[in-house]
């Protein structure tokens, strides 16, 4: 299976709002609302930032948000700041009982 | 205090195979699936497969080298890879599934080198 197609890099100025984009197919995205987001800093451990499309665990901030519509999920980020300069990876639980992730988008904060 | 801690780093030559264990604590460790995910250098997250109830599934990139299992009476996971190659120099990472993967080791790097 390919890795669901994020963009490489996404910026934008501190308290703007970007989005990034996840794109798969009906056999993953398509098929459940099971789209998680993580993000990564350099040498740390990844952290669940959505899971389930749209539920955010206890911590996260309520800037970050996740929708889908048919094989596109998206993570929202609002108010950007300059501490959410890092690397987001979207992932799915797929029709083969398997997780597929994204390649991943860079987050710069002009 | 809710964690999973992994074994140290590892250096192994080609061909070789790494053990890499993830022990838990804080919560009931046989509710949960144990998920295996690397990150080789500069590249993206891989999924490898997962652990439930001592049922494995694999990706099917590592499905012929891999061996997951879980040891409940130590609460401890482990992740076994065969048949070493410099492609599978990476960080490896167990995490929990809770509703996404929300809950992360510290992470093992395994370096592949002759």
């Known amino acids: 299976q390919s890795a669901l197609a994020q963009p490489a890099s996404v910026s934008g100025s501190r308290g703007q709002s970007i989005t990034i984009s996840c794109t798969g197919t009906s056999s993953d995205i398509g098929a459940y609302n099971y789209v998680s987001w993580y993000q990564l800093y350099p040498g740390r451990a990844p952290k669940l930032m959505t899971y389930d499309v749209t539920k955010r665990p206890s911590g996260v901030s309520n800037r970050f948000s996740g929708s889908k519509s048919g094989n596109t999920a998206s993570l929202t980020i609002s108010g950007l700041q300059a501490e959410d300069e890092a690397d987001y990876y979207c992932a799915s639980y797929t029709t083969s009982d398997t997780i597929l992730f994204g390649g991943g988008t860079k987050v710069t904060v002009l | 205090q809710v964690q999973l801690v992994q074994s140290g780093d590892e250096v192994k030559k080609p061909g070789a195979s790494v053990r890499v264990s993830c022990g838990a604590s804080?919560?009931?460790?046989?509710?949960?699936?144990i998920t295996w995910v690397r990150q080789a250098p500069g590249q993206g997250l891989e999924w490898m497969g997962w652990?439930?109830?001592?049922?494995?599934i694999y990706a099917q990139k590592v499905h012929d080298r891999v061996t997951m299992t879980t040891d409940p009476s130590t609460d401890t996971a482990y992740m076994e890879l065969r048949g070493l190659t410099s492609d599978d120099t990476a960080m490896y990472y167990c995490?929990?599934?809770?509703?996404?993967?929300?809950?992360w080791g510290q992470g093992t790097l395994v370096t592949v080198s002759s």
């Open positions: 995490s929990r599934n809770g509703g996404g993967l929300d809950l």
């Open positions: 804080g919560y009931t460790f046989t509710r949960y699936e």
């Open positions: 652990i439930r109830r001592g049922n494995a």
